[in-house]
């Protein structure tokens, strides 16, 4: 389809539908629509905010945008039980399992990019893997890990499943932290939709099935996605 005259402030529309793929062709681009191009691949390059959610044996490291919560990585080993006079095998498993989640947030998270970087788990989780980290950045030499280090945030999650940054994102701790960054729309987006969930239930919808009938009935104000 081609249009060859376009008036001032005109627009056209075309629906597009997950995994189809199209081809969108212009005479000319400009550095700005291919930076804007750029970005809508790659949400990493926005991104200013990182979290991982971890509990012993799994770990989900995201990215945070001012729209979305994107999975890069899902790390999961199985960890053995500590025995009676005989820790050996837990501890290995359990460092093999840091070294994985290490490796993951060095290839996903954009340390130029990102403000903040959540580090979230039930019990010490967080603080021995965070400890390992550092350890290993000092070993390494590490500069960017190193210099890095204040971005990092340790708060309380009730597991390493990825539902879980739904609760940490939900901190006043983190909510205050998060301020200056894009994400911040997101978090301002969750907390409204749980206080509507409280005080209104009757106003705040979710599944697949609602939300469709609420969009065809152009009832929807904020719709919430997670992917």
């Known amino acids: 389809m081609w249009w060859y005259y376009y008036v001032m402030g005109a627009y056209h529309t075309i629906d597009l539908q997950l995994n189809q793929k199209f081809t969108l062709i212009k005479d000319f681009w400009d550095c700005i629509a291919l930076d804007r191009l750029e970005m809508a691949c790659d949400p990493t390059r926005t991104a200013d905010v990182a979290a991982i959610v971890m509990h012993e044996g799994l770990a989900h490291v995201c990215v945070v945008t001012s729209s979305m919560t994107l999975t890069r990585a899902r790390i999961e080993i199985a960890i053995p039980r500590k025995r009676k006079g005989s820790v050996t095998n837990h501890e290995k498993a359990l460092q093999k399992f840091y070294e994985l989640v290490l490796q993951a947030i060095l290839r ?84 409204s939709f749980y206080t509507m969930l409280q005080n209104e239930p009757d106003r705040a919808f979710y599944g697949v099935d609602h939300v469709e009938k609420g969009i065809e009935a152009s009832a929807v104000e904020i719709l919430l996605g997670y992917r």
């Not at 990019?113 to 967080?126: N, Q």
């Open 108 to 191: 996903h998270i954009r340390f130029d990019v990102v403000k903040c970087i959540l580090l979230a788990s039930p019990g010490f989780v967080k603080d021995q893997f965070f400890e390992y980290m550092l350890a290993e950045a000092v070993k390494q030499d590490n500069k960017v890990l190193l210099d890095s280090r204040a971005k990092f945030l340790l708060v309380h999650s009730s597991s390493g499943h990825k539902h879980a940054l739904t609760e940490v994102l939900a901190d006043p701790v983190v909510t205050v932290r998060l301020a200056d960054t894009k994400a911040a729309e997101e978090v301002k987006a969750l907390d």
